[in-house]
Structure formats: structure tokens, C-alpha cells
């Protein structure tokens, strides 16, 4: 049974700083990506950043380019999302994913486990 953990959302100003975590147990992902995702109150879910599990950073979206930075610690099983001057429209729930491909993990594709989601809120 493969797990997601997800942790370090809460509410922050705008401009502050976040770091989000996922912890992954209970196989080997080697040979999978690692992505984050969100979700916003009406809105469909988004990709935001994903990463090889050989640490080569696949993409980020647009929207979160210069402010986001995706990382990974293999030795804890552990993917990052460090999130730097953080807006108002930034607040959603954000998804810990392990997906099949990495070149269609941005389109939410093939995606084989989700996280349980955490909540980030801006305030303006």
C-alpha cells in the first residue's frame, strides 16, 4: 500500500514563504516522478511542479515560475515544494502526486497515487 504524506501548509501574508512536504512509503519510486498540484475553491485541479526521482526537474507552471522550487531528498523518500512571495491567488490545497510519465505528468496524466492534500491560505 503506497502512501503520500503531506505536510506544512497553513495560513501566511502575502509575500511569505512556505515549504511543503511529502513523504512517500510503502514501495520504491525510482522510476516514477513526483509532482505537485492544487486546487483552488471552484476550480479544477492544476499542475504547479513536478521532479524525476533522479532529482532533473521536469517543469513548473507558468504561474508559479521565479517563486516556486521543487526538491527531493531520496534518502527520506521525501519531494519539496518550497514557495517564496506567495500571493492571494496562490491559496488552494495542495496534492502531493507520484505519476508513470514524466512527460505527462503536467497534464495530470497517469497519475498511479495521490496525496491526501494539504491547505495553503494567503491572506492579502
Known amino acids: 500500500q503506497v502512501q503520500l504524506v503531506e505536510s506544512g501548509g497553513g495560513l501566511v501574508q502575502a509575500g511569505a514563504s512556505l515549504t511543503l512536504s511529502c513523504t512517500a512509503s510503502?514501495?520504491?519510486?525510482?522510476?516514477?516522478?513526483m509532482g505537485w498540484f492544487r486546487q483552488a475553491p471552484g476550480k479544477e485541479r492544476e499542475f504547479v511542479a513536478a521532479i524525476r526521482w533522479s532529482g532533473i526537474i521536469i517543469s513548473y507552471a507558468d504561474a508559479v515560475k521565479g517563486r516556486f522550487a521543487i526538491s527531493k531528498d531520496s534518502a527520506k523518500n521525501t519531494v519539496y515544494l518550497q514557495m517564496n512571495s506567495l500571493k492571494p491567488e496562490d491559496t488552494a490545497v495542495y496534492y502531493c502526486?507520484?505519476?508513470?510519465?514524466?512527460?505527462?505528468?503536467?497534464?495530470?496524466?497517469?497519475?498511479?497515487?495521490w496525496g491526501q492534500g494539504t491547505q495553503v491560505t494567503v491572506s492579502s
Open positions: 510503502g514501495r520504491t519510486f525510482s522510476t516514477y516522478v
Open positions: 502526486a507520484v505519476g508513470q510519465n514524466p512527460r505527462t505528468i503536467a497534464d495530470g496524466q497517469s497519475i498511479a497515487y
